[in-house]
């Protein structure tokens, strides 16, 4: 069955540290990858996404993520976190074409960063 | 503006009620989707609607009855739930004119609670 790997499920930095997040799924074929955060009380939102082109795509707030073919990975970068960075992060992808299909997630990372 | 919103935010009903949950969206897109999520996991897909019509049903129970009346309008008709139907459901939207665009922008959810 199609899965989502998120092989962290807490994390704990420090203020300025960098973060990496990974994310490995099992779909074979062509992909559409999407990070989500969910901040503390507020609703799921899109970091960014990536379904053809530059492997490196960059999203809101700073964050990255690299999509690694041969690796079935797209993880998520952010070169120095802040407190506000707190929350849980979700990996996802839409297997094929895309499509109006269902994401699959992965099990989420929790994020916190302390002052 | 990537807004879309859910009514009511919170909701407590019997076994024996029937309820229906709302959700809405004015960006034009041509998919709508309802998402349950439980504590501490993942969302995980119940229903799609492409172009108002019901394209995909992950098996989900007859208890939960999707009704899509216009491109923005998404209902969740709830009738004869369990306790263990207690979750957060989430409406996404996505699918817009730009090629790849297969993103879903979720609202904030109804927590649901059934006694």
């Known amino acids: 069955a199609q899965s989502v790997s998120q092989h962290n499920h807490h994390v704990i930095l420090s203020e300025a540290a960098s973060l990496e997040l990974g994310c490995n799924y099992s779909?074979?074929?062509?992909?559409?990858l999407f990070w989500y955060v969910q901040y503390p009380g507020q609703h799921l939102q899109l970091l960014l996404k990536?379904?053809?082109?530059?492997?490196l795509v960059k999203g809101i707030k700073g964050f990255e993520a690299e999509f690694i073919k041969s690796k079935f990975s797209f993880n998520l970068r952010k070169p120095s976190v802040q407190w506000s960075d707190t929350a849980e992060y979700f990996c996802?992808?839409?297997?094929?074409?895309?499509?109006?299909?269902?994401?699959?997630f992965g099990a989420g990372t929790r994020l916190a960063v302390h002052p | 503006d990537t807004e879309v919103t859910q009514t009511p935010k919170h909701l407590v009903m019997g076994m024996t009620n029937k309820k229906s949950l709302k959700c809405e969206q004015h960006?034009?897109?041509?998919?709508m989707y309802w998402y349950k999520q439980k504590a501490k996991k993942p969302p995980e897909l119940m229903f799609v609607?492409?172009?108002?019509?019901?394209?995909i049903n992950e098996s989900v129970p007859s208890r939960f009855s999707p009704e899509c009346p216009n491109s923005s309008l998404l209902n969740l008709h709830l009738h004869a739930l369990q306790p263990e139907d207690s979750a957060l459901y989430l409406c996404?939207?996505?699918?817009?004119?730009?090629?790849?665009?297969?993103?879903?922008?979720f609202g904030p959810g109804t927590r649901l609670t059934v006694t």
């Open positions: 960006m034009g897109h041509r998919a």
């Open positions: 779909y074979g074929g062509t992909v559409n």
């Open positions: 609607y492409s172009y108002e019509k019901l394209s």
């Open positions: 996802a992808v839409i297997p094929g074409r895309g499509g109006y299909n269902k994401l699959i």
């Open positions: 990536y379904f053809s082109g530059d492997p």
């Open positions: 996404a939207s996505g699918g817009g004119a730009s090629p790849g665009s297969y993103e879903q922008y």
